[in-house]
Antibody
Framework: EVQLLESGGGLVQPGGSLRLSCAAS????????MSWVRQAPGKGLEWVSAISGSGGDTFYADSVKGRFSISRDNPKNTLYLQMNSLRAEDTAVYYCAKRSPDLGYGMDVWGQGITVTVSS | EMVLTQSPATLSLSPGERATLSCRAS??????LAWYQQKPGQSPRLLIYDASNRATGIPARFSGSGSGTDFTLTISSLEPEDFAVYYC?????????FGGGTKVEIK
C-alpha cells in the first residue's frame, strides 16, 4: 500500500524551530519529487516547498524562503522539512505529498497531516 | 507568482444537480492544472490532472476541461458524498500555487 506518514509536529514558541518528517512506503521513493503543503486553521491549501527525486533541486514559497529547508534521505525513504524562525502565521496542518510526472505533476498521494502550532 | 482565482467561493446545490466550478489563472498554465477534493478532517484527494484526466478511481461524473488560463470542473449529478471543498492547482510554474477553493454545500 502506498503511504505517507508525517511526524514531528507540535507546539513551538515564536522564533523556534521544528523538523517535520514524512516516511514513505509502497513506492520507489527516489523516483518521485515530493512537496509540502500546509493549511492554516479554516483556510485553504498553501504550497510550501518541493524537492526533486534526487534531492538536487529544491523550491520554496516566498512566505518560507530563507526560513524553511526541504531535504530527503532516499535510502531511508524519508522527506524532511526543517522549519526555523517560526512565526504565528506558520501555524497550520502540514501535509507531505507525492508528485507524479505521469499525472501532470498532480499530487496523487497525501499524508494524513501533522499539526504545527506556533504560540507563546 | 501565478495566481489562481476560483469562483464561486460557495456553490449551494441539491443532490442530483450539476455543479460547475471555475478556475482562472493569471497567466497560461499549459496543461498542468489539477483539481482536488477535500472533506472536513481529511487530506486532499486528487480528482483531475492535466486539466481533463480523471485520477484512478474517480467516478465519471467528475470531468475537467479548459486550457491556457480558464479551467472548469464539472460534477454532472451531485451525490451526497460530493459536498466538499474543491481546489485547483497549477504544477507548471514555480512557485506552485493553489486556488482559494470552492465550497460545494447542500442547498
Amino acid at each position: 500500500e502506498v503511504q505517507l506518514l508525517e511526524s514531528g509536529g507540535g507546539l513551538v514558541q515564536p522564533g523556534g524551530s521544528l523538523r517535520l518528517s514524512c516516511a514513505a512506503s509502497g513506492f520507489t521513493f527516489s523516483s518521485y519529487g515530493m512537496s509540502w503543503v500546509r493549511q492554516a486553521p479554516g483556510k485553504g491549501l498553501e504550497w510550501v516547498s518541493a524537492i526533486s527525486g534526487s534531492g538536487g533541486d529544491t523550491f520554496y514559497a516566498d512566505s518560507v524562503k530563507g526560513r524553511f529547508s526541504i531535504s530527503r534521505d532516499n535510502p531511508k525513504n524519508t522527506l524532511y522539512l526543517q522549519m526555523n524562525s517560526l512565526r504565528a502565521e506558520d501555524t497550520a496542518v502540514y501535509y507531505c505529498a507525492k508528485r507524479s510526472p505521469d499525472l501532470g505533476y498532480g499530487m496523487d498521494v497525501w499524508g494524513q497531516g501533522i499539526t504545527v502550532t506556533v504560540s507563546s | 507568482e501565478m495566481v489562481l482565482t476560483q469562483s464561486p467561493a460557495t456553490l449551494s446545490l441539491s443532490p442530483g444537480e450539476r455543479a460547475t466550478l471555475s478556475c482562472r489563472a493569471s497567466q497560461s498554465v499549459s496543461s498542468y492544472l489539477a483539481w482536488y477534493q477535500q472533506k472536513p478532517g481529511q487530506s486532499p484527494r486528487l480528482l483531475i490532472y492535466d486539466a481533463s484526466n480523471r485520477a484512478t478511481g474517480i467516478p465519471a461524473r467528475f470531468s475537467g476541461s479548459g486550457s491556457g488560463t480558464d479551467f472548469t470542473l464539472t460534477i454532472s449529478s451531485l451525490e451526497p458524498e460530493d459536498f466538499a471543498v474543491y481546489y485547483c492547482h497549477q504544477g507548471s510554474n514555480w512557485p506552485l500555487t493553489f486556488g482559494g477553493g470552492t465550497k460545494v454545500e447542500i442547498k
